[in-house]
């Protein structure tokens, strides 16, 4: 069981907005800054989202993130059949002093 | 261009010692704090631990806490991770990360990983 708390899954149709919630505490989300990760099998996590919104140059206009109180969202309009992944939401503890990663949710396109 | 490829990894039987080796090149690496993260097989990214930019200070993950070492050599480009008693549950995928100075812990470039199976 994570510490931050994500869907497992998650699916929409290409054209559809889609999001995923990261549901953390006080030590972490609420303190500190989330990052997303995209994930595909077999190859290395690729940062999506920094600082709860901001997109590394590359990331299409497509995803964006938020952040209130203890929870996070990453928002992907526009789907398409590329964006069929796991993503992953991470942020520092002040607590346990360790980088939390969200169990991750696997998102479907349909 | 940044670059960050992991070595070390192999089928080792539970108890024993690994050590990997993530060599980075197209940065300034002394200025990265560097973190590695594993994922086991069908699981989720579990983060393992880091290193500060000068190697000063070290956190892990309770997991490997006691178990796990991570060091650095600034002048070699390359940080290492020394695996002890090895479990059966260690068993994944190994990726080390940079984690740019003042980022808020955010992991922007990642090596390919290096696969560690612990099995008897």
């Known amino acids: 069981q994570s510490v931050l708390t994500q869907p497992p899954s998650a699916s929409g149709t290409p054209g559809q907005r889609v999001t995923i919630y990261c549901s953390g505490s006080?030590?972490?989300?609420?303190?500190?800054?989330v990052n997303w990760y995209q994930k595909f099998p077999g190859t290395a996590p690729k940062l999506l989202i920094y600082?709860?919104?901001q997109r590394p140059s590359g990331v299409p206009d497509r995803f964006s993130g938020s952040k209130s109180g203890t929870s996070a969202s990453l928002a992907i309009s526009g789907l398409q059949s590329e964006d069929e992944a796991d993503y992953y939401c991470a942020v520092w503890d002040d607590s346990l002093k360790v980088v939390l990663f969200g169990g991750g949710t696997k998102l479907s396109v349909l | 261009q940044v670059q960050m490829v992991e070595s070390g990894g192999g089928v080792v039987q539970p108890g024993r010692s690994l050590r990997l080796s993530c060599a980075a090149s197209g940065f300034t690496f002394s200025t990265h704090a560097m973190h590695w993260v594993r994922q086991a097989p069908g699981k989720g990214l579990e983060w393992v631990g880091f290193i500060w930019a000068d190697g000063s200070e070290k956190e892990y993950a309770d997991s490997v806490e006691g178990r796990f070492t991570i060091s650095r050599h600034n002048s070699k480009n390359t940080v290492w991770l020394d695996m002890n008693s090895l479990r059966v549950e260690d068993t994944a995928v190994y990726y080390c990360?940079?984690?740019?100075?003042?980022?808020?812990?955010?992991?922007?470039?990642w090596g390919q990983g290096t696969l560690v199976s612990v099995s008897s």
């Open positions: 990360a940079r984690d740019p100075p003042g980022s808020g812990w955010r992991l922007d470039y």
């Open positions: 006080i030590s972490n989300i609420g303190s500190n800054v």
């Open positions: 600082s709860n919104n």
